[in-house]
């Protein structure tokens, strides 16, 4: 046992008092926290914090607050004893100086901090910090998804018109366009009459069918799905509407790993950009400004599109998600199919490195409306309504929380006809 050091009234008592004043208690506590910071250490650089390892968090119940490590000394009160209470997963656990501390290891569901330069997190104070995280959110997303592809995949779009139908008040086109050198993506096209005739520009919308046998066809009126119909009733709004296949689904199987791909989602995120770059292409469509729909697979797919394409004004999804840590109890396996994202297989269960929360983050200021119905049994509704209560708070820094929504209709899943009626209005909303 080390001997104490004692203070008593002589000089060199009252000098070593100083010491241990001044020097050794300072070291001791500087030493401890290294040893407790290390054992769940944040990341130090700006690649590791991109793995999603992060051991600190902006513990503030503010926006914005002040960015403090989630590390509560048991017994002790502590501002940052609120956030592990709320993380909704198992903390670590370390044990130090015969106290236990408690770390929590994953933040993808905060949105109130940014990696700065060194890779730390600092609190989020304004949309220039947001701006960084974001960027953080996109990388994140492309490691597990795959790099989205560059200008060597950018050929000029190229369009076949197969069959013309003519349905009334617009023409339904079967086509096929190139999204990249080697493959044609299937796609229904359609069109207002009065935008062939050249009396109107209307606005763009992808239109994006869920996970369904007849795959683009529920959404144009050919399947047999009237929830599903969001084409046919979007174009008698006026809307040109596009709604191309998803890979590996119905009548498209593109060969991913011959061209390139990582994943299915990567792709059909490349193959929808490409479907906008094929709808500024036409005079009576208007450019730069468009809109996303879509269900189920089509929800979650038009959220990954709006991420990395800035085009897209405005995004409704319907019964498109949870949060990963919640879905389906935690086990992710639904999303590891080579048609999704198998990288994500990689990843221990609830450990991804981004989240729902930090997807729907990235779309901040443009429009997003999103319906989770209660008795949905693929996603939960309490995990969406959490998640929309974290992403309002970026909307907050914006200004415009008005232009994020989060519905709970008393149905299982489904796209309701007053939920589509409400997403109608909010495109209008945006694009007129």
């Known amino acids: 046992m080390a001997r104490p050091v004692t203070c008593g009234n002589s000089a060199a008592a009252f000098q070593r008092h100083r010491w241990c004043r001044d020097v050794l208690i300072p070291m001791a506590l500087i030493l401890a926290s290294t040893a407790v910071l290390r054992s769940h250490s944040p990341m130090s650089t700006q690649a590791e914090l991109d793995r999603g390892d992060l051991a600190s968090v902006c513990s503030d119940p503010g926006w914005p607050g002040t960015c403090a490590r989630a590390v509560e000394v048991s017994g002790m009160p502590s501002a940052t004893s609120a956030v592990a209470r709320n993380a909704e997963q198992s903390p670590g656990k370390v044990q130090h100086a015969g106290r236990t501390l408690v770390v929590r290891g994953q933040s993808h569901q905060d949105l109130r901090w940014y990696p700065d330069r060194s890779g730390l997190p600092r609190p989020v104070k304004s949309v220039s910090d947001w701006k960084r995280r974001r960027q953080a959110v996109l990388r994140a997303m492309q490691r597990v998804m795959g790099a989205l592809p560059g200008r060597d995949k950018r050929c000029r779009v190229q369009c076949e ?68 119909e969001y084409g046919v009733e979007l174009v008698k709004r006026g809307y040109v509407c596009l709604a191309p296949a998803y890979p590996l689904l119905a009548d498209y199987h593109p060969p991913l790993g011959e061209l390139g791909y990582q994943s ?46 800035s085009r897209i004004q405005i995004v409704v999804t319907s019964c498109g998600f949870d949060s990963f840590i919640d879905y389906m109890g935690g086990d992710i396996r639904g999303w590891t199919s080579s048609r999704y994202m198998p990288r994500l297989a990689e990843y221990p269960r609830g450990e991804p490195p981004f989240d729902f929360h930090e997807v729907l983050g990235t779309l901040a200021p443009r429009w997003c409306l999103v319906s989770a119905p209660i008795e949905d049994t693929n996603f939960r509704w309490e995990s969406v309504a959490r998640i929309g209560r974290e992403v309002t708070r970026v909307y907050g820094l914006y200004g415009c929380p008005e232009r994020f929504g989060v519905l709970h209709p008393n149905c299982g899943h489904r796209f309701p006809t007053e939920i589509r009626e409400t997403a109608y209005q909010w495109l209008d909303k945006a694009l007129r």
Not at 170 to 199: C, F, H, M, Q, S
Not at 292 to 306: D, M, R
């Open 264 to 309: 299915g989602v990567m792709k059909a995120v490349w193959n929808n950009m490409r479907g906008l770059d094929l709808l500024e292409s036409m005079p009576f469509v208007v450019r730069g400004r468009f809109g996303a729909i879509g269900h189920s697979l089509g929800g979650h797919t038009s959220l990954f599109t709006a991420a990395f394409d």
């Open 161 to 228: 018109v197969i069959e013309e139908v003519d349905c009334g008040d617009y023409v339904r086109r079967d086509i096929r366009y190139t999204a990249e050198p080697g493959d044609w993506v299937p796609a229904y096209l359609l069109i207002p009459k009065n935008a062939l005739e050249g009396r109107a520009r209307c606005h763009g919308v992808l239109c994006l069918h869920q996970t369904h046998p007849a795959g683009r066809r529920v959404v144009v009126g050919l399947g047999q799905s009237p929830d599903d």
